[in-house]
């Protein structure tokens, strides 16, 4: 059994800050990739940024120079630095990883969400 924890979302006003953070815990070998999806009221969910195990990261262009990902392998924990926040970033965010299994097998896990409410 695999878990991830997510935490840091919160509303914040446009021009803001803020950081989000989601843990991996449980039947882990290995964590492959790591990411942050978004979903906003009434659109689909789509993919934020990405972060490989070497680190090569890609991001959604709307939020490329404001977002940051990064990990700790050690704390098999991803965050999402968002900088200059505006209106349309307000969704629910979603953490990702991929991961090997004690069984061996390749799998991916979702965290529950957490919102972010950005303010104009």
């Known amino acids: 059994q695999v878990q991830l924890v997510e935490s840091g979302g919160g509303l914040v006003q446009a021009g803001g800050s803020l950081r989000l953070s989601c843990s991996a815990s449980?039947?882990?070998?290995?964590?492959?990739?790591m990411g942050w999806y978004r979903q906003a009221p009434g659109k689909q969910r789509e993919l934020v940024a990405i972060?490989?195990?070497?680190?090569?990261?890609n991001y959604l262009d709307r939020v490329k120079g404001r977002f940051t990902i990064s990990r700790d392998n050690a704390k098999n924990t991803v965050y999402l630095q968002m900088d200059s926040l505006k209106p349309e970033d307000t969704a629910v965010y979603y953490c990702?990883?991929?991961?090997?299994?004690?069984?061996?097998?390749?799998?991916?896990?979702w965290g529950q969400g957490t919102l972010v409410t950005v303010s104009s």
């Open positions: 990702n990883v991929h991961f090997e299994s004690v069984a061996g097998r390749y799998l991916e896990v």
């Open positions: 449980g039947s882990i070998v290995s964590i492959n990739a």
């Open positions: 972060i490989s195990r070497g680190g090569t990261e």
